[in-house]
């Protein structure tokens, strides 16, 4: 059975930075990060498919997406937080189309990770 296990989250203040784990159980070439705060639709954050990395238009140049491969892990590097970014996160993996700009964009992934929280205060 695959597991992701998220890690990192925390509350810090706007400008603070923070960087999330994601460990899985198995390896994946296509993974991605979600956000989802109360009351909104969940968020195509960031996803990776070997060097290619692709982000949403409002954590481009703050938040950073890369994998380690030896050690099954998916980090997000996070800069310059806002309050806006607040809300949890999840990774995910496992992509259900062949085209893993299309199944991040959708959010299209067979597992997912349990989420850690991020709360930025102003």
């Known amino acids: 059975q695959v597991q992701l296990a998220e890690s990192g989250g925390d509350s810090v203040q706007a400008g603070g930075s923070l960087r999330l784990s994601c460990t899985a159980s198995s390896s994946f070439i296509c993974m991605g990060w979600f956000r989802q705060a109360p009351g909104k639709a969940r968020e195509a954050v960031a996803g990776?498919?070997?060097?290619?990395?692709y982000s949403a238009d409002s954590v481009k140049g703050r938040f950073t997406i890369s994998q380690d491969n030896a050690k099954k892990t998916l980090y997000l590097e996070m800069v310059s937080l806002k309050p806006e970014d607040t809300a949890m996160y999840y990774c995910?993996?496992?992509?259900?189309?062949?085209?893993?700009?299309?199944?991040?964009?959708?959010?299209?992934?067979?597992?997912w990770g349990q989420g850690t929280q991020v709360t930025v205060s102003s």
């Open positions: 990776i498919l070997h060097s290619t990395t």
């Open positions: 995910a993996a496992g992509a259900k189309s062949i085209d893993c700009s299309l199944a991040w964009a959708r959010g299209d992934f067979r597992y």
